[in-house]
């Protein structure tokens, strides 16, 4: 049996906000124990377009592109050991309000039930944050899109959530915006 405990705090630093010139999405980052944690908004015209490409229909793809979307890496500058997170195990809170991320295998049943081809579901599947995974030190990194579940103009904070041989690790990005 493995005992997870979290220890928020442990060698967090300041988290930066920058915007991207060329889109003008917002852009968050945070190093923390060893680990950078950040998201960049995907903005909603670029979102459609990907998913258009992909095989889905504006209709189609409308509930995820307004759930607040965002480009989300983790990578393992120099942790000492292997990470391992489980993305279903982070929060977002807004207004006070815990929840957890609208996991994946959610978007999956709601597409496969709507009846898109399997080539945009693979295509969809393919370009999320992966739901588990773990990464090397000396930056063993992955990146993916991540539904926030949020409606647009919301204001947030996100936890990730890792752990290094049953020991955890979480930090905390704040006053994320999801804007339009």
């Known amino acids: 049996m493995v005992v997870v405990l979290w220890c928020p705090g442990i060698g967090h630093s300041a988290a930066q906000k920058y915007t991207q010139l060329e889109t003008?999405?917002?852009?968050?980052?945070?190093?923390?124990?060893?680990?950078?944690?950040?998201?960049?908004?995907?903005?909603?015209?670029q979102l459609k377009a990907f998913y258009v490409n992909r095989g889905f229909t504006l209709e189609q793809i409308g509930d995820y592109e307004r759930s607040c979307v965002y480009m989300t890496v983790l990578r393992n500058d120099n942790a000492p050991g292997t990470i391992h997170f489980i993305s279903n195990d982070w929060l977002v809170q807004v207004n006070g309000k815990r929840q957890p991320l609208v996991p994946v295998s959610e978007w999956l049943e709601r597409f496969e039930s709507a009846g898109i081809s399997k080539a945009a579901l693979v295509a969809f599947r393919w370009a999320q944050f992966p739901p588990e995974q773990s990464y090397e030190p000396g930056g063993d990194w992955n990146q993916g899109m991540l539904s926030m579940g949020l409606p647009p103009g919301s204001i947030f904070d996100v936890t990730a959530r890792w752990d290094i041989d049953g020991k955890g690790f979480e930090t905390t990005l704040k006053g994320i915006r999801c804007d339009r």
């Open 24 to 45: 003008g999405a917002g852009s968050w980052e945070i190093h923390s124990a060893g680990v950078t944690f950040s998201l960049t908004q995907i903005l909603p015209d």
